[in-house]
């Protein structure tokens, strides 16, 4: 059964700061994994999504890589201001189900 | 486009009332999903649905119905409300759950008294 996990659960870091939020999974065989954003009371939104057969994506200042034989995924974010400040989320779709399993989230705070 | 819908925004129930939470979408998605996000235990799927007339279980099934008898809508109903149902749930589409990424509603606050 994949079980996705999120460390550390918060994080508080000074603007301009680059840093890295880690993602690990327990079941390598994956369709993809994506990242999300959620600000407080809100849905969720989309960062980036990583294809198995992909080793990284980039948007802007985000960068995620996946390396499924370790069975982990991290979030890099350059430059941080405090407009990044939400609760990170990753989550995985495993091979041969159409499920989604999420992890319990990074809440990122970043101080002006 | 609308994106994802979800009506409606907060709603309180007795224990054993019924309800049914909407969610559309304006996309042509064919993948749909419920999830329900509980403090410190992240989303968990409820239910799925890869296209209209096919819907499956996901994590957390119990105490909950869907059907899709379109491509836009993808309902959740509450048979028998319970405490243990007070959560903020959310509705997701995709093109497929695959190859491409999730779009999320605005969620549902439901409380159960």
């Known amino acids: 059964k994949q079980e996705v996990t999120q460390i550390p659960a918060a994080l508080s870091v000074p603007e301009g700061e680059n840093l890295v939020l880690n993602c690990s999974f327990t079941?390598?065989?994956?369709?993809?994994l994506q990242w999300f954003r959620q600000d407080p009371g809100k849905g969720l939104t989309s960062l980036l999504l990583i294809q198995s057969s992909q080793r990284e994506q980039t948007s802007g200042r985000l960068n995620a890589s996946l390396d499924k034989s370790s069975g982990r995924s991290t979030l890099y974010i350059a430059a941080s201001q405090p407009g990044d400040s939400a609760t990170y989320l990753c989550a995985a779709c495993t091979s041969g189900t159409y499920k989604y399993i999420f992890g319990t989230g990074t809440r990122l705070k970043v101080l002006a | 486009n609308a994106g994802v819908t979800q009506t409606p925004k907060f709603q309180v129930l007795k224990t054993g009332q019924s309800m049914t939470l909407q969610c559309a979408q304006d996309m042509n998605h064919e993948y749909m999903s419920w999830y329900r996000q509980d403090p410190g235990m992240g989303l968990r799927l409820i239910h799925y649905s890869v296209g209209a007339g096919i819907t499956d279980q996901g994590e957390v099934p119990n105490g909950y119905n869907v059907s899709r008898s379109t491509t836009e809508d993808f309902p959740l109903r509450l048979l028998s409300a319970a405490p243990s149902q007070t959560s903020v749930y959310f509705c997701?589409?995709?093109?497929?759950?695959?190859?491409?990424?999730?779009?999320f509603g605005p969620g549902t606050r439901l409380t159960v008294t």
């Open positions: 997701a589409s995709s093109y497929d759950s695959r190859s491409y990424e999730q779009y």
């Open positions: 079941d390598s065989a994956i369709y993809n």
